[in-house]
């Protein structure tokens, strides 16, 4: 069952567009489980996130993530999540995988740091206008 999603999401392809940069290290996704990188962050918002790997996720795993952030927002230039994945699929880049995740659980300031983030790329936006 397809449910609509409550909140904006925040993409990285705009983040990026608006800087006139490429720098995927800025949003590496960490499985800390295996402290490896699986991938990078395509968007996201306060109930969770859609990365893209170079291989599929299996559905309903749950994973502790790290993702890091372009900048230092409250101290801290990284999320912390628990996360468990949804679906994954192929990527329109078919050499790619793309994996909906529902964060379960929210470390310190977890939302304000993703408000932060759109009021950032709001600001950007407006200015560069």
């Known amino acids: 069952m397809d449910e609509q999603r409550q ?12 800087r006139g940069t ?24 306060s109930d969770g996130m859609r990365l893209q790997s170079e291989e599929a996720m299996e559905k309903g795993v749950i994973f502790k993530l790290k993702i890091d952030l372009p900048k230092e927002i409250k101290g801290s230039d990284q999320l912390v999540v628990d996360a ?3 679906w994954s699929k192929k990527d329109e880049n078919e050499e790619f995988y793309q994996t909906g995740f529902e964060f379960l659980s929210k470390f310190p300031f977890h939302d304000e740091i993703i408000r932060l983030l759109f009021e950032e790329d709001i600001t950007v936006q407006t200015v560069e206008k």
């Open 22 to 45: 490429s720098d995927l290290k800025k949003f590496d996704v960490i499985d800390l489980n295996i402290n490896q990188s699986i991938g990078h962050l395509i968007d996201l918002n």
């Open 7 to 18: 909140n904006q999401r925040w993409k990285t392809a705009e983040y990026f567009e608006r």
């Open 84 to 86: 468990r994945s949804l």
